[in-house]
């Protein structure tokens, strides 16, 4: 089954702290993967994607990402977080067979001062 | 471009109502995907169209959903007649060239059924 999960769904840091958001997939090919960044009453924006190549993948606002496969994962990293970056962050893989996105449950980041 | 644009932002309407939400999709862009967001199940994909095509509507709940695509620059996604458990955030996305590019989002519809 082709399956996207985000085992966190809520996490708090400090600003300055440095940020991991997990997400791991399951899909029998090779993935395309996705990280989208929801702020409160907007639409989802793409921070970055990985389609091949370099498996660490840079993207806006200073996120990167990496692409592991063995472990079946694309868990998001910045080094220091911005209060700017409280928001919900949702990690999508795109499936050939259905030709659509499959999008993880979500993880809501809050940023302490 | 102003990006993918959705009307109304928020629409309130009493159960049994017909509610019609609107999509201007970024020009030039093939595809247009409607989307469902709720608490319970997260985002999911009601149908995509392929240059004005319904191509997967197999997410549609049931047939109190149609949407249409009537040109390359308007949709629109109906409910009718409208019920509680319709209440969420729909979004209208679009993207160029392929399904798995970069999907543009609008900033939603927030429905609620009174």
């Known amino acids: 089954a082709q399956s996207v999960t985000q085992p966190d769904i809520h996490i708090t840091v400090s600003e300055g702290a440095s940020l991991e958001l997990r997400c791991n997939y399951s899909y029998g090919a090779t993935p395309y993967l996705f990280w989208y960044v929801q702020s409160p009453g907007q639409g989802l924006q793409l921070l970055l994607k990985?389609?091949?190549?370099?498996?660490l993948v840079q993207g806006i606002k200073g996120f990167e990402a990496e692409f592991k496969r063995s472990q079946s994962s694309f868990n998001l990293r910045k080094p220091s977080v911005h209060w700017s970056d409280a928001a919900e962050y949702f990690c999508?893989?795109?499936?050939?067979?259905?030709?659509?996105?499959?999008f993880g449950a979500g993880t809501r980041l809050a940023v302490h001062p | 471009d102003a990006g993918v644009i959705q009307s109304p932002r928020h629409e309130v309407t009493e159960m049994g109502q017909e509610v019609t939400l609107r999509c201007k999709p970024i020009s030039g862009h093939d595809y247009l995907f409607w989307y469902r967001q709720t608490m319970m199940r997260g985002l999911e994909l009601l149908i995509y169209f392929n240059n004005n095509v319904p191509i997967d509507d197999s997410g549609m709940p049931e047939d109190r959903f149609s949407a249409k695509m009537p040109n390359a620059s308007f949709s629109t996604l109906k409910i009718q007649p409208s019920e509680p458990r319709d209440s969420a955030v729909y979004f209208c996305?679009?993207?160029?060239?392929?399904?798995?590019?970069?999907?543009?989002f609008g900033q939603g519809t927030r429905l609620t059924v009174v």
């Open positions: 990985y389609f091949s190549g370099d498996t």
């Open positions: 999508a893989l795109f499936s050939g067979g259905y030709n659509k996105l499959i």
């Open positions: 996305a679009s993207a160029k060239g392929t399904a798995r590019t970069e999907a543009f």
